[in-house]
């Protein structure tokens, strides 16, 4: 088995069993009320693309960094706070949809990902950004929109947004980056 759909199932869990499917491709558990994928997701070493948004998920694993051959990672709209380090081992990952979760940063092993083109951390909590966000050699969609931004973090954003329209052609997504709240 290659490809495997379990799109809007209402699944509060995988079984078991499916960790155990080391030739799958891609899997699509889109649409579910999933609260975590098991450290098992790390048998998937075939995985290429992983679906896994619009569910309740509020921790993605460790062992995710062992799916050295995934190409796509889509866990938008979701409840998480944290991106495990291990995910700076995805060296082949190309699209990483991470929006509207509840991140208050990205972790330091994200800025290893040397292939990555399409980024997607808007809608989060994040207050601040680094310039390194910009350098992925081969970026060329960032969307950052809806994050609570200070002045001065904006106006580095808006800079380094710049640098990297100018010089490499990417895409930079910003309106609607709001003030943090006060309260």
């Given at each position: 088995l290659e490809q495997l759909s379990l799109y809007k199932n209402n699944l509060r869990s995988l079984p078991n069993q499916l960790y155990a499917l080391s030739n799958l491709r891609v899997i699509d558990v889109y649409y579910n009320q999933l609260e975590q994928l098991d450290s098992g997701i790390g048998?998937?070493?075939?995985?290429?693309?992983?679906?896994?948004?619009?569910?309740?998920?509020?921790?993605?694993?460790?062992?995710?960094?062992?799916?050295?051959?995934?190409?796509?990672?889509?866990?938008?709209?979701?409840?998480?706070?944290?991106?495990?380090?291990?995910?700076?081992?995805?060296?082949?990952?190309?699209?990483?949809?991470?929006?509207?979760?509840?991140?208050?940063?990205?972790?330091?092993?994200?800025?290893k990902l040397k292939v990555l083109e399409n980024l997607d951390v808007s809608s989060n909590q994040i207050q601040v950004f680094q310039e390194a966000l910009f350098a992925f050699p081969k970026l060329r969609i960032l969307s950052l929109k809806n994050n609570p931004l200070d002045v001065s973090a904006k106006e580095s954003v808006i800079q380094w947004a710049k640098k990297a329209m100018q010089e490499r052609n990417v895409a930079v997504h910003l309106e609607g980056a709001s003030e943090p709240d006060n309260n």
């Open positions: 048998n998937w070493g075939s995985l290429e693309i992983l679906y896994a948004a619009n569910n309740k998920l509020f921790r993605l694993p460790e062992s995710l960094g062992r799916l050295t051959r995934l190409k796509e990672l889509y866990v938008h709209h979701n409840r998480l706070s944290t991106v495990p380090e291990s995910i700076g081992g995805l060296d082949s990952l190309h699209v990483l949809r991470i929006n509207n979760n509840l991140l208050l940063e990205l972790p330091q092993s994200l800025y």
